[in-house]
């Protein structure tokens, strides 16, 4: 007898999967430790814990993990309100979200050696879910807006100072950072961040796509494009012509072949599933920034499924990768 075909996950977001990744969220957002903070000792009274340092932002292992694990939440609760753990996300937001502790956030900021706290990485989610915040009738948006305020002047202040993008596939790219930063609802941002991204990568061409490396959870490659299409959608089909003109061959092969993580207990092992996520999102945002007769689009939809696919069944299974990837797994299954 032949043995069952493997069924294979979805790629959309279900309700189910809703379910699943709120789990998931609730289960560490305020799981204060194991914990690495970003944090500089100016003396000996600086050696605090994470909740006393970050009130709202403690769980998570990490504060920005943390700030996008209610970011998946808030999105959760809009897409799927009558998911089973609506009144948790509910009760849980109107204890985090009050002004004391917002309070508090922001003067963690105030502190000189916290000028480059979470650049850019943690600036761009928190904005990101402050645009979600947005869209729910709540308090929590009006409230958490001086944090958000916060780091909208910081990305301002540091954007036209940036000469140089920083094209990795970690927690420092900048095109990462102004792709989720675009999400934001602000005209002065949006002014400044496409001026950078447009100087920044606006003449790349014949992308080599050398990756992944063993550290990267982004895809260098496709993050870019992903941020041109978001920023320049009418000169994105020619920009991305040039960029990747093979890419109605799989070529570079890089880019259509899933990464495989080969310890996924070990926390640098395990970004190799953020990888699969994270050009499945991409890949879709390609494809939607395309024509609809396009000869990419379909390679594109067929490549974001595969690495899918590929890592959507290890969103849980150990912390090092349980307390991030489904965010990731989400800015996929919902493109669009």
Known sequence: M?????IEPPDRLTPQLASQFARIALGHVAREYPNKLDHVLDGPADARGPRELHPIFFGSFDWHSCVHGYWLLASLLRLEPGTPEAPAIRALFDAAFTA??????????????AR????????AWLLKLQAELLRHDAPWAATQQPLANAFERRFLEFLPKATYPIRTGVHSSTAFALRLAADYPSAALAA?????????YGQDRDANAWEPSLDDFLSPTLMTAALMARIDAEGFPAWFAA???RAADRTPASLFTPAVSPDRSDGKMAHLDGVNLSRAWCWREVAAALPSDHSVRAVAEGSAREHLAASLPH???DYMGEHWLASFALLALTVG
């Open 100 to 113: 004391e502790k917002v309070a508090a956030e922001v003067t963690y900021l105030a502190r000189p050696s």
């Open 315 to 317: 969103v849980a299974g």
């Open 192 to 200: 400044a961040a496409r001026d950078r991204a447009l100087t920044w």
């Open 2 to 6: 032949s043995s069952p075909s493997p």
């Open 116 to 123: 480059g706290f979470e650049r850019p990485y943690g600036w």
């Open 243 to 245: 960029y990747l003109p």
